[in-house]
Every structure is written in C-alpha cells, then in structure tokens.
C-alpha cells in the first residue's frame, strides 16, 4: 500500500510542453508512472511525448481519467494552474514551481477549503512512491519499497536520507515533500494521519527545518493522539542566525519564532524520536522500531 498516490495513479502534467515539463513528463513515464496526458491553452487536440494534449485541466479529466496532476508553469501562473486543478476535482496536484508569490497562495489556500483535493507543494521536490508512481522532481534510484513513510520540507536532505535509509534496509511506503514556502498544501499532521492509516507504513520519518509552524503542528497533534507508529525526527537549523532568510521563505527564522531546538523539545515531549543529524535518521529508526 502507499498513500496518495500508487500504481493506479494517472497523472497529468500542467505546463508539459515546456522545457521542464518535457523533461520532468518524461522522467516520471520512463519510471513507469501512467502519465496520461498535457495541458496547456491552444495546445488542444496535439500530442506531445505521445501523450494527447488538452486545452483545459476538466477536458483532459474527462478524456483520461486522470486523478492527479503536476504543476509545472512558471510563478506567475501557477496558483491559476493549481486552482483550475482543484476546481476539476483532481484528488492530488503537486505543484513543484518556486517563487510562487504567497498573496497568490492565498487564493489557493481559499480554492482548497472544502474541496477533496490535496495539493502537494508549491515548492515541493513532489511525491514518489517507489516502483509505483513519480510525480515530480525528486530523483528516484535509491528509492526502495518498504515500510517507512516520509514527509519532509527539505528536497537535498530528503534525497540523502532516503538513500541512507534504503542502505540500511529501510525501504518507503511513500516520501511527500510538503514544500518550502510559508503557505502550502499538505502538511505534516495531513502526513501524519494519511501515514497512520496506512498499513504498510510501520514508522514515519519528519524531516523539518527552522521557520513555519509545520514541527509545532506535528507536535501538537501528536501529543493528542494514540499514534501507534514510531515517529522519528530530524529538525535542522540549529546554527542559523535568527531574522535572516535562509534558502526559500518557509525557512524565514522571525523573531519570535520557535528555533530548532525548541521545535526538536516539542517533538520530543510528544514522544517523537530526535536525530541530530542526517547521517543518524536510519539508525533512529531502526532503534524506534526495535522499541515498539
């Protein structure tokens, strides 16, 4: 099993026929993924990488079924992209696109409410479920199926944890990058309980940073529930300078804002297992689970 997305998954590509939708489209089709189709206005009725072009995300819906889709359009149009997808009703939209401007989000966020889509990014490295189904941009050859479920907001530190992880036998149920920026789609407790629900997934990895609410959230959430997983942790940040931007706006450290130590004593308090640094993630989970 896997959440999100599986071998049943078909995706279409918003913005596929430019240079990184072609690139990206491309990837996740040689993985084996059931990509589908395109969209971008005027391009209706074409074909591109052998797949049928649609001029509208509800067209191309219609025509193939498709129940997820990837955003690949520059920032100015994404958060239009992401809304036409959601108003589709496409259950999953990963949106990896950067620089999406957050007043834009806030469109998004209001598209969103009462809606059954979840949307995955923007500013997110995407989801992979391995041997099943890409969609994104988050490579894939160490990724391995196995038990331990992924959610992070750090595209570089997912891929080294993850090939540790797969080193060390511990293969994915599903890795979700939640993205960066300040105003995003799904978040860590969403994990957390699609993760919980999932009997293939017998331990669930966070990986967080400085800024946002995300590790509060989780911590929070956790403390009020039975988990019945272990939750292992990894927070990173500790020697940032507070008030400068590091990196992407999620990771804006404000004044006021929790640091990551304060953000890993939270955790901790609500019983998740802390690793200090990324080489130790496997070895944290290994031990977690030999406590269960």
Known sequence: MAIL????TKVIVQGMTGRAGTFYADQGMRYGSQYVGGVRPGRGGTTHLGLPMF?????????TGANASLVIVPAPNAA?????????????????????????????KAALAGSNTH?????????LTPGQCKIGVMPTKDAKPGGVGIASRSASLTSEILANCSAAGLGQ????????D?????????????FRDDAETEAVV??????????????EYLSGTDYGKPVIALVVGRHSPEGRRMGHAGTLSAVGGLSAAEKNAKLRDAGVHIATHPQDVAATVLEAKGGI
Do not use: W, Y
């Open 5 to 8: 997305v599986d071998s049943n």
């Open 55 to 63: 001029h509208d995300v509800k067209s191309a819906k219609a025509e």
């Open 80 to 108: 239009a992209a992401m809304i036409e997808a959601i108003e589709a009703e496409i259950g999953v939209v990963v949106c990896v696109t950067e620089r999406v401007p957050q007043h834009d989000m806030a469109r998004v």
């Open 119 to 127: 949307l995955i990014g923007p500013n997110s490295q995407g989801i």
């Open 173 to 180: 149920s599903t890795t979700v990058g939640v993205g960066g």
């Open 182 to 194: 300040a105003l995003h789609g799904t978040g860590f407790v969403e994990c957390l309980k699609l």
């Open 206 to 219: 966070l990986i967080g940073e400085i800024g946002g609410r995300e590790e509060e959230r989780a911590a």
